[in-house]
């Protein structure tokens, strides 16, 4: 079985780092992780029928926005804008992962420890709406 959900206009959310607020308390840096998470969540159960119990296979792409300076002055690409992101503003992609992974246990399956094969990618997209990500879930049959 195979589902694919798509998540637009809210930017994905890594999840690890971490800072110290007090008395042994530990919270999330990332402000945007919570709705994150409630987003792919809400999307999975829209889309996936049942809990996956068997292994499956993950292929993401995230998709963020372009910075303005990847623009030239009348609004066409530059020719040398990346096509994937490097910098360390949107976070590395293991703690993206971290977060969608979390975000579709009970939602898509029953927990990330069934994920055998993951395939991620940060791009960048051209629009605000567009920003989000594309997740294609394959259980796969023993």
Same mark, same amino acid.
């Given at each position: 079985m195979e589902y694919i959900i798509t998540i637009k206009g809210i930017e994905s959310a890594p999840q690890g780092s971490k800072k110290h607020v007090g008395r042994g308390i530990m919270v999330e840096t990332c402000k945007r992780l919570k709705s994150w998470r409630k987003e792919v969540s809400l999307r999975a159960k829209l889309i996936v029928d049942e809990i996956i119990e068997e292994p499956v296979e993950i292929e993401v792409v995230f998709w963020f926005k372009r910075p303005l300076k990847h623009y030239l002055p009348n609004g066409m690409l530059r020719q040398s804008a990346p096509v994937y992101i490097t910098n360390k503003n949107k976070g590395d992609l293991d703690k993206h992962?971290? *977060?969608?992974?979390?975000?579709? !246990?009970?939602? *898509?399956?029953?927990?990330?420890?069934?994920?055998?094969?993951?395939?991620?990618?940060?791009?960048?997209?051209?629009?605000?709406?567009?920003?989000?990500? !594309?997740?294609?879930?394959?259980?796969i049959n023993l």
């Open positions: 992962c971290r *977060a969608l992974l979390d975000s579709l !246990t009970k939602s *898509a399956f029953a927990d990330d420890s069934q994920v055998v094969s993951l395939h991620a990618v940060k791009k960048y997209c051209e629009t605000e709406s567009q920003t989000g990500a !594309t997740i294609k879930i394959r259980s």
